[in-house]
């Protein structure tokens, strides 16, 4: 028996040898590696997410996230909660996805604030003018020649409604727009091949990088490609081999001592009067949103057409308070649990508002 764990022991050993360099070589697959490398280089923290979970854990005003994911699965309802967590001093930097066509697929971040990602080439033609570079350059009040970023060429940020305070342009178009929103920031970029592996070194890309994230915390969000491990095993069959057999041992292991483990009891689940009680809570807050949403009508007529930015500053303007506490009081909790604390305090602003209007 001992010789047996003995040998199972060194083929531990060897195959997770070769597990990690193959873990190495496959963070050539994720796109941001090098990007994370350099934002932690300069000092910053970094947290890689699959969700938006880590924005509940920080506040606001220390947080700068990079959302580098796709957004087609996106609801209203988390755009307008993401908007407010930006209102609330959230950083924020996202790329504009798909260019827009009338009638074409909704982005519900930034389609309602009238900014949409255009191809260059088509408006113009087909025939833009020809520069000596299709470099970005974005220009600071510090520094009397520009930075040099290396956006894809081709693409042009529209803002419809005038809104950004700052912006970057190449010959070609527009490719980053900042707009600051109540206590925060929301930077719009046309794409982020700029910050990849292999171009992220190049020109001021990395520069630029820090230099929207400087100071805060950093949250990457965006779901890492598939592990290539498996791939990998099959082009390797010594080390797929060893995989099998420390498994083997693994699963003989557990069959040997299971009968030793007793399993933890399971947590207990919350009582019905709890589940009651916290939907009670949900439709209590839903109505009051819903009183204050009818109560801007009938002030204001066209309330309902505006913006989702543009309800909340009209709300902030009619109730006579910021728009960061409109933004805060708005803000759904879905599957959210709200303390004893939060939720009266909650109901006090929704009620503060509807009574102002």
Not at 4 to 32: F, M, N
Not at 42 to 64: K, M
Not at 124 to 132: C, F, H, K, Q, Y
């Amino acid at each position: 028996m001992s010789q047996l764990r003995l040998g199972g022991i060194v083929v531990l050993l060897v195959a997770t040898t070769a597990l990690l360099g193959i873990t190495w070589a496959s963070r050539a697959d994720d796109p941001y590696w090098a990007a994370e490398r350099f934002l932690r280089s300069r000092g910053l923290e970094v947290i890689r997410s699959q969700d938006l979970r880590p924005l509940n854990q920080l506040p606001a005003t220390e947080v700068s996230l990079m959302l580098l994911g796709e957004r087609e699965q996106m609801s209203a309802t988390q755009a307008q909660t993401l908007l407010a967590w930006v209102y609330a001093g959230g950083r924020l930097l996202v790329a504009a996805q798909g260019y827009w066509a009338p009638g074409g697929a909704s982005d519900p971040l930034l389609d309602p604030l009238n900014i949409r990602l255009l191809n260059a080439y088509a408006s113009a033609g087909g025939r833009l003018t020809a520069a000596r570079s299709t470099l970005t350059e974005l220009y600071l009040e510090t520094d009397t020649a520009p930075l040099l970023m290396g956006f894809a060429p081709g693409r042009h940020l529209e803002d419809a409604d005038d809104l950004a305070q700052s912006w970057a342009n190449s010959p070609q178009g527009t490719h980053m727009l900042q707009l600051n929103m109540g206590a925060g920031t929301l930077t719009v970029v046309s794409d982020t091949g700029l910050w990849r592996n292999r171009a992220v070194g190049q020109f001021d890309n990395a520069w630029l990088l820090w230099y929207l994230n400087q100071g805060r915390q950093v949250v990457m969000q965006y779901r890492e490609p598939a592990p290539a491990t498996l791939q990998q095993l099959a082009a390797y069959p010594a080390t797929l081999a060893s995989t099998l057999v420390v498994l083997s041992l693994l699963a003989w292991w557990g069959a040997t001592h299971w009968p030793q483990r007793r399993p933890k009891p399971a947590p207990a689940l919350g009582t019905p009067a709890e589940g009651y009680r916290r939907a009670g809570r949900e439709q209590l807050l839903r109505g009051l949103r819903e009183d204050i949403q009818r109560c801007a009508r009938r002030r204001h007529p066209g309330f309902g057409q505006l913006p989702v930015a543009g309800q909340w500053q009209l709300l902030a303007k009619l109730a006579a308070t910021s728009t960061s506490t409109i933004a805060q009081a708005l803000r759904p909790h879905p599957g959210e649990h709200l303390s004893a604390a939060a939720f009266r305090q909650q109901v006090a602003q929704l009620q503060a508002i509807r009574n102002a209007l």
